[in-house]
């Protein structure tokens, strides 16, 4: 057992809990400040709502450490590490910053999980996926009739469904967990939409389908773990004739010089 654990279940002072968690945030700073530093330079994915912040000073490694610090729901900071080398293997902060819901549903759902542990999980989708799992997902019971003030339907079949959500709210209620644009924060959402549609594509029939979701004009197509699509998802999709609509319609819209007489 290690000695974090063991004080953990110790009965200990506030006091000495938050001298555990700023001992390890800083260890980590110390051990990653050059390659943080380096990740900062070579970023071109910066999210607007995090630029100011992060550029804040001379010190954008610290700045990083403290925002890790901030997205870890535990209070000993057990998952500071695993988010700092997450963002040092390729991790989008956008998604980072998101992954506090599903810290906070592995720190919640540890007994029920094959895995619970964070170093077993070796990316953010696939945590993503597993959280999902064991927290059940969304239950969309009734996606025939979407009220049509919260998104506009592209396709609408049985089995194979693609929505424009119209508010945020909407985002969060059909959009997967993992997404980063049903964050609490509305402003994944909003430069998304300013840039052109957020599609919400829902495969399969239930209340439980797949879910996809494509920005044409951000250029990011994800599965439900907010990761970018794997051949096992394209093979999926392409299962389906509506999918192949789809496609057409988004051909014809952002190429329609190409179709004139």
């Known amino acids: 057992?290690?000695?974090?654990?063991i004080f953990q279940n110790m009965s200990i002072t506030e006091s000495f809990i938050m001298m555990l968690m700023e001992g390890k945030v800083e260890n980590n700073y110390k051990m990653y400040k050059e390659k943080l530093e380096d990740r900062f330079d070579n970023d071109n994915r910066i999210p607007a709502n995090l630029k100011g912040r992060l550029s804040q000073g001379e010190d954008q490694a610290k700045n990083l450490v403290e925002l890790f610090a901030e997205i870890d729901p535990t209070r000993t900071k057990t998952?500071?590490?695993?988010?700092?080398?997450?963002?040092?293997?390729?991790?989008?902060?956008?998604?980072?910053e998101h992954a506090k819901r599903a810290l906070t549903t592995l720190m919640n759902f540890k007994a029920e999980m094959p895995k619970n542990q964070i170093g077993q999980f070796k990316t953010?989708?696939?945590?993503?996926?597993?959280?999902?799992?064991v927290s059940g997902g969304k239950d969309f019971k009734d996606l025939d009739n979407i009220p049509p003030e919260e998104a506009t339907y592209v396709?609408?079949?049985?089995?194979?469904?693609?929505?424009?959500?119209?508010?945020?709210?909407a985002s969060c209620k059909y959009g997967a967990s993992g997404f980063c644009t049903t964050n609490d924060d509305p402003h994944h959402y909003n430069e998304y939409t300013a840039k052109g549609n957020l599609y919400i594509i829902m495969a399969g029939s239930g209340k439980n389908p797949s879910l996809f979701q494509l920005s044409y004009e951000g250029g990011e197509?994800?599965?439900?773990?907010?990761?970018?699509?794997?051949?096992?998802?394209i093979d999926k999709l392409s299962k389906y004739p509506q999918y192949k609509d789809f496609l057409n319609m988004l051909i014809k819209k952002h190429y329609s010089k190409y179709f004139k007489k």
């Open 124 to 133: 953010l989708a696939e945590l993503n996926g597993a959280v999902e799992a």
């Open 79 to 96: 998952n500071h590490q695993w988010l700092i080398m997450q963002y040092l293997k390729g991790e989008h902060l956008e998604d980072l």
């Open 1 to 5: 057992m290690l000695l974090l654990e």
């Open 155 to 169: 396709i609408k079949s049985p089995g194979f469904k693609v929505i424009i959500p119209k508010t945020h709210a």
């Open 221 to 233: 197509f994800h599965n439900n773990q907010n990761d970018d699509l794997t051949k096992q998802d």
